[in-house]
């Protein structure tokens, strides 16, 4: 059974950092495209980030730059770090492989002073 579970939320304040985690299982995890999500307080879900396999990425416009994924095979987990952040980055993330229906519990991540 496929699953997901992420860490490394908190609170941060505008301009900070933080490093998210996600470790996938259940599936050959080095052999599948993951993603991360997020979805702010009152929205809908949104993609953020692809990691491919063979280690290309893509970002949505509002991050790229400021945020950096990396996946790690040998530990089954896939890494958001997360730079330059502002209020707008504020919600619930969460890391899928394509093509899953299974969510996890995700990881909230809140940017205020």
């Known amino acids: 059974q496929e699953q997901f579970v992420e860490s490394g939320g908190g609170l941060v304040q505008p301009g900070g950092s933080l490093r998210l985690s996600c470790v996938g299982s259940?599936?050959?995890?080095?052999?599948?495209?993951m993603t991360w999500h997020r979805q702010p307080p009152g929205k809908a879900r949104e993609w953020v980030a692809t990691?491919?396999?063979?280690?290309?990425?893509m970002y949505t416009d509002s991050v790229r730059g400021r945020f950096t994924a990396i996946r790690d095979n040998a530990k089954n987990t896939v890494y958001l770090q997360m730079d330059s952040l502002s209020p707008e980055d504020t919600g619930v993330y969460y890391c899928?492989?394509?093509?899953?229906?299974?969510w996890g519990q995700g990881t909230q991540v809140t940017v205020s002073w």
């Open positions: 899928q492989k394509v093509g899953s229906t299974t």
């Open positions: 259940g599936f050959p995890f080095s052999d599948e495209i």
């Open positions: 990691l491919w396999p063979g280690g290309a990425l």
